[in-house]
């Protein structure tokens, strides 16, 4: 079954960084749009997405010129590479998989990685 598992979250100073796993089974990777979010107390919200074929890359303005995604088709693995860090980016981060199906396209998601950003 599909499951995608994400890691490396943690406690970071502001002006930190931090780069976030998430490493992917039981469906086509390669082929598959990839997202990361994040979800702060009353708030989730979108962080960044990589397209499967082309790899191409879209952010929410909040994380433009911090955050990077990247994708290891080889490794089922997408990163969210963090810096610059800020305490808004407090959060639980997931990332989840557009999946396509003959009934057209299904998200998956995983369980989460808290990171929180305090002196």
């Known amino acids: 079954q599909v499951q995608l598992v994400e890691s490396g979250g943690g406690l970071v100073q502001p002006g930190g960084s931090l780069r976030l796993s998430c490493v992917t089974s039981?469906?086509?990777?390669?082929?598959?749009?990839m997202n990361w979010y994040r979800q702060a107390p009353g708030k989730r919200e979108f962080v960044a997405s990589i397209t499967g074929t082309s790899s191409s890359t879209n952010y929410a303005d909040s994380v433009k010129g911090r955050f990077t995604i990247s994708r290891d088709n080889a490794k089922n693995t997408v990163y969210l590479h963090m810096n610059s860090l800020k305490s808004e980016d407090t959060a639980v981060y997931y990332c989840?998989?557009?999946?396509?199906?003959?009934?057209?396209?299904?998200?998956?998601w995983g369980q989460g990685t808290q990171v929180t950003v305090s002196s």
């Open positions: 989840s998989a557009t999946i396509q199906s003959i009934l057209g396209p299904r998200i998956y």
């Open positions: 039981g469906f086509t990777f390669s082929s598959s749009t």
